[in-house]
Structures are given as C-alpha cells and as structure tokens.
C-alpha cells in the first residue's frame, strides 16, 4: 500500500528566506507525486506534479521539486518565500495500477515579515 | 466550467442522523475520491470510484456508504451519524489521461452534535 509521509508539522520561514518542504513516500512502483496548497478555507491547488522523465519539476508561483527515487523523496523548494505563501501544504503519491490517490498529513508555513 | 461542485457546503446533524453529501463533476473524469480532513491528519481517503458503477474504500471507510449511479456525480453517504465524523470532506476527480491530476471541489464543513 502507498503512503505520505511529511516530517515537519509546521515551519516558520521569514519573507524572502528560502524554503523546503519534505516528503518521503512508499509505493512499490513508479509513483505519480504531487504537491498542493491550501490557503485558509480553501480547498486544493495543485502546485506541480510528476509522472516521469526529468527529476526536477516546475510548478507555479516560482516552486520546484525534486524527486529522488533512491531516497523515495520528494522535496519541494522555494527560492525566495513572500508573505502570500503561507499556507498549508500536502504531498501527495498516485497508484500508476489503481489510481489510488493518497496525502500527507500537510506541512503548515507560517512567513514572518 | 463549474469544475468540481460539492452540495451542501455546510451541514450540522444530530447523533444518528443520516445525509448524504453529493459530489458532481463536469470535467467527464474517470476518477472520483471522498476525504476527510481533520486537523494535524491531512486528508484521509475515504472511498473512490475508478469507473460509473464502481466503488473502492479507502483509508478510513468505516461508517460511510458511496455510490456512482452516473460518471458525474460521486455520493457520499452517513447512516447513522457520529460526532467523530465531524470534518471538513473534500470530494476530488482525476483522469487518467492527465497522470491523475486531481481536482477538488471547495469542501464541506459537517459537524454532528
């Protein structure tokens, strides 16, 4: 069975400092992975995914993630944070055979001026 | 393009109660999941459907009943409700065709009492 796990519960970064989310997975084959966001009573918005080919994947509002398979990661990355990236944010993995679509706990960030 | 539209957005239900939350799609999605999200847990899958007419359980099916009756729309349903059902649900679909991309409606906020 597929599962997500997202180590930090919570990070506070401060505005224009960068950022790092981590995600460890567990899938027996090549896995879809994901990364949303969610702002306060919202619902989900897709930032990037990946499928296959390059490692390094871009995904809007200036993020970026890297899937590792030796290390079953998928960090996601921000250069430079701006206070409207506060949020919270889930890495998910997809089943490539039953289309499972599974999350993480979340990873809240807090950006302090 | 409605998207992903959940109905009710909010709904408070005495112990025992039933409801049933509907999900409907427009985007002509083979794939349909119900979470729950509850605080410090992220989301949690229900059940989801691969296909009109199929369902699966998820993570945490206890307690709920699902149906897909036609490729749009994705019940989800509460015999008998419990305060520990008391979340924020979240219906989302996915295609095949688009690496399962999954997109979600805005949620429902059910309290049981």
């Known amino acids: 069975a597929q599962s997500v796990t997202q180590p930090d519960i919570h990070i506070t970064v401060s505005e224009g400092a960068s950022l790092e989310l981590r995600c460890n997975y567990s899938?027996?084959?090549?896995?879809?992975l994901f990364w949303y966001v969610q702002s306060p009573g919202q619902g989900l918005q897709l930032l990037l995914k990946?499928?296959?080919?390059?490692?390094l994947v871009q995904g809007i509002k200036g993020f970026e993630a890297e899937f590792k398979r030796s290390q079953s990661s998928f960090n996601l990355r921000k250069p430079s944070v701006h206070w409207s990236d506060a949020a919270e944010y889930f890495c998910?993995?997809?089943?490539?055979?039953?289309?499972?679509?599974?999350f993480g706990a979340g990873t809240t960030v807090t950006v302090r001026a | 393009n409605a998207g992903v539209t959940q109905t009710p957005k909010f709904r408070v239900l005495k112990t025992g109660q039933s409801m049933t939350l509907l999900c409907a799609q427009d985007m002509n999605h083979e794939y349909m999941y119900w979470y729950r999200q509850d605080p410090g847990m992220g989301l949690r899958l229900i059940h989801y459907?691969?296909?009109?007419?199929?369902?699966a359980k998820g993570e945490v099916p206890d307690g709920y009943n699902v149906s897909r009756l036609k490729k749009q729309n994705f019940l989800l349903g509460l015999e008998s409700a419990a305060p520990s059902q008391t979340s924020v649900y979240f219906c989302a679909s996915s295609d095949r065709d688009r690496g399962i991309v999954a997109f979600f409606g805005q949620g429902t906020r059910l309290t049981v009492v």
């Open positions: 899938y027996g084959a090549t896995p879809y």
């Open positions: 990946y499928f296959s080919g390059d490692t």
């Open positions: 459907s691969v296909g009109e007419g199929t369902t």
């Open positions: 998910a993995v997809g089943a490539s055979t039953d289309y499972k679509l599974s």
